[in-house]
DNA sequence: CTGCCATGCATTGGATCCAATTTTCAACCC
DNA sequence: GGGTTGAAAATTGGATCCAATGCATGGCAG
């Protein structure tokens, strides 16, 4: 079961992650399978765990499609996102090493160098992600993971719309951040997180024209 | 693929929720099927919801078995308990009726009649997960969901262990958090949710007897 | 008697096939 | 001309079949 359908899996998050299947559109089990040179049911298995995960919606007899979020949605799933994620900084704390410290840092200057909207995006998750998943708990690192992953369509709307204008503060907060990881300090650490998550909430509530509706 | 695999999956869930199937073991696919009366194939695709999920592993050629989990995963997940079912609760706040409201009294009465510890169980959870519910966000009362379900396990194996000892200090925590949602202040609503929750974390910590290691 | 290897059984992984439902599109009636 | 109804095509849902992998038992050699 295993290996052809977390290989479809992976190809159809990343597909969705990419921005290459939107909102709204539907995904047929026999585009994907013909695509992958698979038969229809490693598709379907993966479907279902994609259901699971958030990333798309099954309507009996009428398939898998993408789901609109509205901005409601995602406004508490930002909360979600500031309540786990210094939570999560605060468990993988004792176990980063100095070389995952210096990665953050080389991570946030290519970042300073003024790259790319997709670039930016790459490396904020990296930014992110990759630091929790030093705490080493699953269901932890999952469930941020997924809140990721569901709203990443509209931060990148969000981000096409805005441009890189705002771009200072985002650096200024992960560099706060940064010096608080440095620091052991998983106090300030978490309050500057929470307060950088907080913020996008904010100025993303300003743009209701990413969103359904 | 829906009506089947829905139904497999919840007779696994509750099957898995009701300790008929304990961690560590295999669930082996032609037993759920014939089991049910249905094909191998929805109970491969229910498994994989379930592996999504998180309530059963899933090892290539090996097939599926309920994963033990550490005291620290679960003391994690408590850790996650706490900081989003507060917000969940904020959410809903303005959504309750006082239907709901009086609900939540008949619970907690039954509760208080010194029920054993499967309708504890039972009780517990709806006076909970039912709040929740009314926000609407999916994936907020999901994620709570899932760490309910995972979790199980050792909440009952805990409460088979101490006993009805204690149940005096859930009452006054329930009753301390149906005051303040009727008075709608979610402020203290939450904190005393979230204390309820760290209090029922550092008790479980004390018994490590239930865990794998 | 013990440890290793091989053969056979059980279980899972993947593909193909058929039935059921939905959707599309066109003809027809108003 | 627009809306409704019908049938055909497309798509999904479910079952059966075959291959591949893992596991256990038993035989053989040391």
Same mark, same amino acid.
Not at 79 to 106: C, H, I, N, V, Y
């Given at each position: 079961?295993?290996?052809?359908?977390?290989?479809?899996?992976?190809?159809?998050?990343?597909?969705? +992650?990419?921005?290459?299947?939107?909102?709204?559109?539907?995904?047929?089990?026999?585009?994907?399978?013909?695509?992958?040179?698979?038969?229809?049911?490693?598709v379907?298995? $993966?479907?279902?765990?994609?259901? $699971?995960?958030?990333?798309v919606?099954?309507?009996?007899?009428?398939? %898998?499609?993408?789901?609109?979020?509205?901005m409601?949605?995602?406004? !508490?799933?930002?909360?979600?996102?500031?309540? +786990?994620?210094p +939570? %999560?900084l %605060?468990?993988?704390?004792?176990?980063? &090493?100095?070389?995952?410290?210096?990665?953050? /840092?080389?991570?946030?200057?290519?970042?300073?160098?003024?790259? /790319?909207?997709?670039?930016?995006?790459s490396? /904020?998750?990296?930014?992110?992600?990759?630091?929790?998943?030093?705490?080493?708990? /699953?269901?932890?690192?999952?469930?941020?993971?997924?809140?990721?992953n569901? &709203?990443?369509?509209?931060?990148?709307?969000?981000?096409? +719309? &805005?441009?890189?204008?705002?771009?200072? !503060?985002?650096? %200024?907060?992960?560099?706060?951040?940064?010096?608080?990881?440095s620091?052991?300090?998983?106090?300030?650490?978490g309050?500057?997180?929470?307060?950088?998550?907080?913020? &996008?909430?904010?100025?993303?509530?300003?743009?209701?024209?990413v969103?359904?509706?």
């Amino acid at each position: 079961m295993t290996v052809a359908t977390q290989r479809v899996a992976d190809h159809l998050r990343s597909a969705i +992650l990419g921005g290459h299947i939107a909102p709204g559109e539907r995904v047929r089990q026999e585009d994907i399978a013909q695509q992958l040179g698979a038969s229809r049911l490693p598709v379907r298995e $993966a479907l279902q765990m994609l259901a $699971a995960e958030g990333l798309v919606e099954h309507e009996p007899n009428k398939g %898998a499609r993408v789901p609109w979020l509205s901005m409601h949605e995602v406004d !508490v799933m930002y909360k979600m996102r500031e309540q +786990l994620e210094p +939570l %999560a900084l %605060a468990e993988s704390m004792p176990f980063l &090493t100095p070389g995952d410290l210096l990665r953050l /840092d080389e991570i946030q200057e290519e970042i300073e160098t003024g790259v /790319d909207v997709e670039s930016f995006m790459s490396l /904020d998750r990296e930014f992110h992600l990759r630091t929790y998943s030093a705490c080493g708990i /699953d269901q932890l690192t999952n469930a941020v993971t997924r809140l990721w992953n569901s &709203t990443q369509y509209y931060r990148r709307a969000f981000m096409q +719309l &805005t441009g890189p204008s705002r771009r200072w !503060v985002v650096n %200024a907060e992960h560099r706060l951040i940064i010096d608080a990881v440095s620091r052991r300090d998983e106090v300030d650490a978490g309050r500057f997180l929470a307060g950088h998550i907080r913020r &996008t909430r904010i100025e993303l509530r300003r743009h209701p024209e990413v969103f359904a509706e």
